[in-house]
């Protein structure tokens, strides 16, 4: 021990004597909640919400919650919370990582700390592993809930929309952590604030927080799916390309004279610009061609001028054998710096497919990442985060970077009878595997139960079939089924039991010594048995599980075989941990050949030959403190490197979540604005001013070119009258009074409530369509950014600024894009009933058939629901501007089920 530690004592013995005060502040009012009688709990826990409302702390009333959460535990599950159970829940409470080991009841702990937050009415989430853990605990803890007087529900992956709903609306929910992130990302997809479950990321408590912070931390939540099948468009477009014709230049400015042509174009910056006559002969060819009805702006045309503008693209600036190369039927990016093909990567924004139109292959229909998150940066939202594990101090470095977070060890209630025996270390993995076979053959004839710790299924069943033919009756733990796996674990301590399970499987299940009484009881009696019989078989179980309990303890407790170190120490750590709980004696030894990838990784490829060379037989394993202590040093090593790429991708990572949180506030901003004119007039007033500045930049403004600047700016160019002052002052005042009038007037024929259901779903059908593109420019943009290290530059610094400016740039684009359709659209009124034939309508106020339209992107269990007639303007004329969907067509979700058994349900 250092100096410090003398004096001050460790880290650990700090921590809990500065949890002890709080502690004995508990076991004193232990005896009041003893006291009180069943329907007496209800009532404090209404009177606790009543003093946090009145503005007590949750601290203050932490004593007398904890003693009353141990109080019902006792009456309800027969357990009384031993008092490291409620350091535990203290330290969860601070929100910190709690370390307890296997064993100590962990699941328990969580439930003060669970209750003492709830009552702030503002939910709590209990993080498992898996669906089995999530729907267990919340039903095994569920009458210690009901006692206290608060709700608890579970997240389960079956459930659907409503389900959900209710779950979280609970005071307390478990669910595993897929559930929760997916959960997160399809509310922020919904169009429909009504349709979101979550209600706010409060305090979480993460049950094996060392397994889904670090081990799963960089494997991210994605929801994708097909985007709209729209490659009819890009032939359709492709078809009237060759009719448009560009525009001529002025021979001595080179300046585009933009009544000469349907089009200019940028070559600099590869874009396409039409002029109101090319917009003309494009909605000219496009009805002449019968791909559209009706006004090219009208709503359900409109985006046939992006396809257009993609088409023209492809033709005019990115050339076959230059830009691009067809092979083996396929489009093909050639890299513009290295001139090597770029296998895999596609153009966004339907370029690509404007491509492959154009060089008249088949056009590949487009998937996307609709939503994606990490666990790191889904978990690092909520106000206070806290967690428990077995093994969580060897990663403490990486917890309080990343996370915030400290981790406390909290002491064993009994002392860790526990043999951790030296390694044995052979020099190959054959003898590797026969030296285990055989020590498991020895010790299962003496009756001692045995769990096998490997590092892949693989090597499981390598060894598993070892052992059949050695005759040796074992279990192989099947991860992939929860349920079984938990029944697997729990028969795991019986005598004579050979348990075959990789290293982290059955986190979160308890191996009892003798068996489980409970299992064999349900086993015997089915599970229609009746009650009184299901009883009997237990009491008759729980006689036997005695007898064996103490057989089982004599011969040594359960004996744990690792077959080879993990790259974590946590990992190993956890596997030691299942035998000696409470108290129970057990053992454990590690198995290692030099062919282990940990062996090859510390001493590079000469280590085996040097272990010959100093006289290391076949066969002959060597086992010293010496050896245990290098493999652990290397093990660190492992870990401080995993940390640093985890750290560093972090980095990268972070870029995209401020981007991402800033897309779903302005989300849910549009989703409870009832004013959203105002947020386009602001859009319409910024393209104003830009399209003024820009001519007024110019040293010789004039007319003409202030309605050429407005036409690309706004698409939206009125006649300025003559006496006019050609002032930037007072053509602004001029262009905004004209289109107020212009908005007054729309808002007037369609109805404001329509109005604004219409701009609704066009943000949010922007935003959603804009924010896939930015993650797979994001992506692309992260992919590119590492080799510019051989120019001298910083990777990171690189995508955060090109990261910036692509976020600012697709942000434009939504403002613009719906401030210049709120100006091109036209509204035109039913006429009244008898007064003759109905005028063709080219668009409407109120955007689709809600009952039926489902936007790309949105998530399959969620449908829109119909705005009520009542909410409708009698003159506005509502219809659904899209074709019928049949009931046995292929739903327009991209859920890949018929329409009547998805959306049309």
């Not at 492809?314 to 990016?333: M, R, T």
Request: glycine share 6%; net charge neutral; hydrophobic share 35%.
């Amino acid at each position: 021990m250092s100096i410090l530690e003398r004096l001050f004592g460790t880290k650990r013995e700090r921590d809990v004597k500065a949890l002890l005060p709080l502690l004995h502040e508990v076991n004193r009012r232990e005896s009041w909640a003893t006291s009180l009688p069943d329907h007496a709990f209800a009532e404090k826990t209404r009177e606790f919400k009543q003093q946090i409302q009145a503005g007590r702390t949750l601290d203050d009333i932490l004593p007398e919650a904890f003693a009353l959460v141990r109080e019902a535990a006792r009456r309800k599950l027969g357990e009384r919370l031993y008092d490291v159970q409620i350091l535990g829940a203290i330290v969860l409470h601070q929100g910190k990582i709690t370390e307890m080991k296997t064993g100590e009841g962990k699941t328990l702990a969580s439930v003060p700390a669970a209750y003492l937050n709830s009552l702030t009415g503002r939910g709590v989430h209990i993080v498992t592993v898996n669906d089995y853990l999530a729907e267990r605990d919340a039903n095994w803890m569920k009458p210690v809930y009901d006692l206290l007087g608060v709700s608890v529900g579970a997240i389960l992956s079956q459930m659907d929309t409503a389900a959900r709903k209710e779950a979280y609306a609970k005071d307390i929910t478990y669910g595993t952590n897929n559930e929760f992130g997916f959960d997160y990302l399809r509310d922020n997809m919904c169009y429909d604030i009504s349709q979101k479950v979550q209600r706010g990321h409060v305090y979480c408590i993460v049950d094996e927080i060392d397994s889904i912070l670090i081990d799963e931390a960089r494997t991210p939540l994605i929801i994708s799916g097909p985007a709209e099948d729209d490659r009819r468009k890009f032939l359709d477009a492709n078809r009237i390309v060759p009719f448009l014709k560009e525009c001529e230049k002025d021979p001595e400015t080179g300046e585009y004279l933009e009544e000469t042509g349907d089009y200019k174009i940028d070559e600099k910056g590869k874009r396409v610009m039409f002029t109101t006559r090319g917009l003309e002969r494009i909605e000219e060819l496009l009805l002449r061609h019968k791909v559209i009805q009706g006004s090219l702006f009208s709503e359900e045309n409109f985006e046939y001028i992006h396809y257009v503008t993609q088409a023209c693209r492809a033709h005019f600036l990115f050339h076959k054998d230059v830009d691009y190369v067809v092979k083996e039927g396929q489009v093909q990016i050639v890299d513009e710096f290295t001139g090597r093909i770029l296998h895999g990567r596609r153009y966004s924004d339907g370029l690509h497919q404007a491509l492959e139109a154009k060089e008249g292959i088949r056009v590949a229909e487009r998937n996307r990442t609709l939503a994606t998150i990490t666990f790191q940066n889904y978990f690092r939202m909520y106000e206070k985060l806290a967690g428990m594990t077995g093994t969580a101090e060897t990663e403490a470095k990486e917890f309080a970077k990343i996370y915030g977070l400290e981790v406390v060890v909290i002491p064993t209630n009994r002392p860790v009878r526990r043999i951790d025996d030296d390694d044995l270390v052979f020099l190959n993995e054959e003898e590797k595997l026969d030296a285990i076979c055989d020590e498991i053959l020895e010790v299962h004839r003496k009756g001692q139960p045995i769990l096998v710790g490997t590092i892949s299924i693989e090597k499981s069943e390598t060894l598993s079939t070892m052992l059949k033919r050695r005759g040796v009756p074992h279990e192989v733990l099947n991860a992939k089924n929860h349920a079984r796996e938990a029944l697997i674990i729990a028969e795991a301590g019986a005598k004579g039991a050979v348990t075959i399970a990789t290293n982290m499987a059955g986190r979160g299940t308890d191996i009892k010594l003798g068996g489980s009484p409970e299992f064999r009881a349900r086993k015997r009696c089915g599970t229609d048995a009746a009650p009184e019989d299901y009883l009997a078989a237990y009491e008759e179980e729980l006689k036997r599980w005695e007898r064996d309990y103490e057989e089982v303890k004599a011969l040594g407790g359960l004996y744990v075989i690792g077959t080879e170190r993990h790259e974590s120490r946590r990992i190993d750590n956890q596997l030691r941990g299942r035998s000696g709980r409470q108290g129970d004696p057990g053992r454990s030894r590690f198995f290692i050949s030099m062919d282990d990838s940990l062996m090859r990784l510390f001493g590079g490829g000469n280590l085996k030959q040097m272990m010959v060379r100093v006289g290391m037989q076949p066969g002959e394993p060597i086992n010293h403190p010496l050896i245990n202590r290098s493999i652990e040093r290397a093990q660190q090593k492992v870990e401080e490197r995993n940390f640093e790429i985890r750290k560093h991708l972090l980095e990268y990572d972070d870029v995209l979540n401020e981007q991402r949180k800033f897309i779903y506030a302005q989300r849910d901003d549009i989703l409870t604005d009832n004013h959203l004119l105002d947020r386009v007039r602001t859009a319409i007033e910024d393209l104003v001013d830009e399209a003024l500045e820009h001519v007024f930049r110019d040293p010789h403004p004039s007319p003409d070119l202030l309605l050429r600047t407005l036409q690309e700016h706004l698409y939206y160019a009125p006649p300025i009258p003559d006496d006019i002052p050609f002032t930037q002052e007072a053509l602004r005042d001029h262009l905004l009074a004209l289109i107020d009038r212009e908005l007054r007037e729309k808002e007037e024929k369609a109805g404001k409530e329509a109005l604004n259901l219409f701009l609704r779903f066009e943000y949010l059908r922007n935003i959603d369509q804009g924010w896939q593109e930015h993650l797979e420019q994001m992506e692309a943009l992260r992919e590119a950014v590492y080799l510019r290290v051989y120019g001298q530059k910083n990777p990171l610094l690189e995508y955060k600024l090109e990261g910036s400016d692509i976020f600012e740039n697709m942000i434009y684009r939504i403002r613009a894009g719906i401030a210049r359709k709120l100006l091109l659209l036209r509204i035109e009124e039913r006429p009244p009933v008898g007064t003759g034939a109905r005028r063709p309508q080219r668009i409407q106020a109120v955007h689709q058939d809600f009952s039926v339209l489902q936007p790309v992107g949105a998530p399959t269990r969620q449908r829109m629901s119909t705005p009520p007639r009542a909410a409708q303007p009698a003159q506005a004329t509502v219809r659904r501007t899209g074709r019928k969907i049949g009931r046995n067509e292929p739903c327009p979700c991209g859920s890949g089920k018929k329409y009547k058994h998805c959306c049309g349900r």
